[in-house]
């Protein structure tokens, strides 16, 4: 089946600091990725949606320049949390839809746990 | 906007008992209703969707419109059914649409 990686799986960094987050389909193309953010306990949250070649769209409440993504290819996209603080400590997850075959099924990362001290 | 209610934050079922767990939405269009599955230690992944009204693992769920509705369904636990279940509505069934999720349930089958 097709394979949704993420890089790092966990990360810790000091508040002002950026981290790189990597989403990768390894065994399809995916023009569209999504991420999510998930509190312990709580249920997944759709910040954005990744699309290849254009700008994302973010949700509402979701500060663009504070969380930037790149979808510069068809099997990658990356979100960067800038300036983080503790407060962005949290379990960073992605998706990519395999639009192959008529499944239109979306497949998720592992996540990454990042956390900010 | 979407919504969708998960009433059970924990399930507890002896093996062998059936289950239900719970989920209503809300959307004025014609959504498409999901199921996924995390189990210990792993991904999120589909376990099924209403549009393909087929049974996974023993699993099934009949999206009631009239109820907004998508219960999922297993007349016998096993107790490797074990795992966060959530509910998920996509407002297109082209395949990039974004999801919404429902809180998840903990269901835990009792040996």
């Known amino acids: 089946g097709a394979v949704v990686s993420q890089h790092p799986s966990w990360v810790i960094c000091k508040s002002g600091t950026s981290v790189k987050i990597e989403c990768r389909s390894l065994?399809?193309?995916?023009?569209?990725m999504f991420w999510y953010r998930q509190f312990p306990k709580q249920s997944l949250m759709l910040m954005a949606t990744s699309n290849e070649g254009s700008k994302a769209t973010y949700e509402q409440g979701v500060e663009k320049d504070k969380f930037l993504i790149n979808h510069a290819s068809l099997t990658l996209s990356t979100l960067t949390v800038t300036s983080a603080h503790p407060e962005d400590s949290s379990f960073y997850i992605c998706?990519?839809?395999?639009?192959?075959?008529?499944?239109?099924?979306?497949?998720f990362g592992p996540g990454t746990r990042l956390t900010v001290t | 906007a979407q919504r969708v209610t998960q009433p059970e934050k924990l399930l507890s079922v002896f093996k062998g008992a059936p289950v239900e767990l719970k989920c209503n939405y809300s959307y004025s269009g014609s959504p498409e209703l999901f199921w996924y599955v995390q189990y210990s230690r792993q991904r999120l992944q589909l376990l099924l969707r209403?549009?393909s009204r087929e049974s996974i693992k023993g699993f099934t769920a009949d999206l009631n419109k009239g109820e907004t509705s998508f219960h999922l369904k297993k007349p016998f636990a096993q107790e490797e059914d074990s795992a966060m279940y959530y509910c998920a509505l996509s407002t297109t069934n082209f395949g990039n649409e974004k999801l919404t999720f429902g809180t998840g349930t903990r269901l835990t089958i009792i040996p």
């Open positions: 065994d399809f193309q995916a023009t569209t």
């Open positions: 998706s990519a839809f395999n639009l192959a075959g008529s499944s239109y099924e979306q497949y």
């Open positions: 209403h549009i």
